[in-house]
């Protein structure tokens, strides 16, 4: 068993792959709602007024975006990194071209040219020799 103490509280708990405890994830989802209805009545508000407002580290917003559970408005100015390009996007981890590209890689399928090489040289060793006898 995997004993840790929970990044929030300090208090023991049995690992489950989340630095927090299971009071703290609890606390969490309903941060989560919160930040949600925040920024459904807020907009326009930038990513560290939502976090300060809600009280909440602006990395745990950051996950909820790439989790794709939070999605800000475009008039809000918020983006996060594309992770394949940089690109600022707005939602998940990926921007729009990224992911085609993705999908492309997997699902293209490659034609290749066949070489052109026909015969063009005519044989010049087409004489028989016929021995009489
Ligand atoms: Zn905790
Ligand atoms: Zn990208």
Redesign the pocket.
Known sequence: MDVRN??????L?NYNGES??????K?MEDKFFEVRDYIYKNPTANMAVVAEENDVPIQQIKKWVRQERLTFSKDSGISIDCESCGKPILTGRYCKDCKGKMTNTFSSVYVEKPAENKPNKTSSKGKMRFLGN
Do not use: N
Request: aromatic content about 8%; glycine content about 8%.
């Open positions: 929970c990044k929030k509280c300090g208090k708990f927090l405890c299971q009071s703290c994830v606390e």
